[in-house]
């Protein structure tokens, strides 16, 4: 299995899969640890990697480019861990109670307005209509 | 017409729970004062029993 680089260069990498927190993690046997911290801060390299195993495209990872660390393996093998741009977790976490927030504010402004509403209907049923038959009827009369 | 029901039993407890005497002027509003809406009174007492506000079904 190899990755092809955007550049064009390639690494043979035993595997490369997307984690449950976003990153891609790439184990490699190919390279030394001062390589790979070479290959894998170019971002140029990293805006597209394709992942070919015998001559069929297995995978394409795009904007990978935020590099986050080499990790030891047994029997060699060294790990690497990327994320995307703006997608580490404390990014993501940043965003997400950002939107929290403005999500809750939005929540509050509708409740609010729910409020206003459900007054108005009220007030219509119990004053307005009740005023309008009575007048109707003495009308009527 | 359940969204009847529910929004003027929701309005009755609404009252009721800042003061029985506040949920009563609602409920007469709604139930002594005009006929208007007697097709959904009995629906709004069985809600109203059964979250607890029996005490503001009045009669006049």
Redesign the interface.
């Known amino acids: 299995m190899k990755i092809i680089f955007n550049d064009a260069t390639e690494l043979t990498i035993q595997s490369a899969e997307i984690r449950m927190d976003g990153s891609l993690l790439i184990k490699t046997i190919s390279a030394t640890e001062e390589e790979l911290r070479a290959i894998f801060s170019d971002s140029f390299k990293l805006q597209k990697m394709t992942v070919k195993e015998r001559e069929s495209t297995v995978a394409e990872y795009e904007n990978y480019t935020d590099f986050n660390a080499v990790v030891k393996y047994t029997a060699g093998i060294l790990g690497v861990t990327l994320y995307k741009k703006g997608a580490t977790p404390q990014e993501r976490l940043s965003t997400l109670e950002a939107e929290n927030v403005e999500l809750k504010e939005k929540a509050d402004a509708l409740s609010a307005e729910n409020a206003e509403l459900?007054a108005t209907?009220?007030s219509v049923?119990?004053?307005v209509?009740?005023a309008l038959?009575m007048s109707a009827e003495e009308t009527t009369e | 017409m359940k969204d009847m029901t529910t929004?003027?039993a929701?309005?009755i407890m609404k009252e009721a729970d800042k003061s029985t005497e506040a949920g009563q002027k609602?409920y007469r509003?709604?139930f002594v004062?005009?006929s208007?809406?007697k097709a959904w009174k009995e629906d709004v007492d069985t809600i109203l029993k059964t979250d607890g506000y029996e005490a503001v079904i009045v009669e006049e």
Do not use: G, N, S, V
């Open positions: 459900a209907i009220d049923l119990t004053e209509i009740p038959m | 929004f003027i929701r309005m609602k509003a709604y004062r005009t208007l809406y």
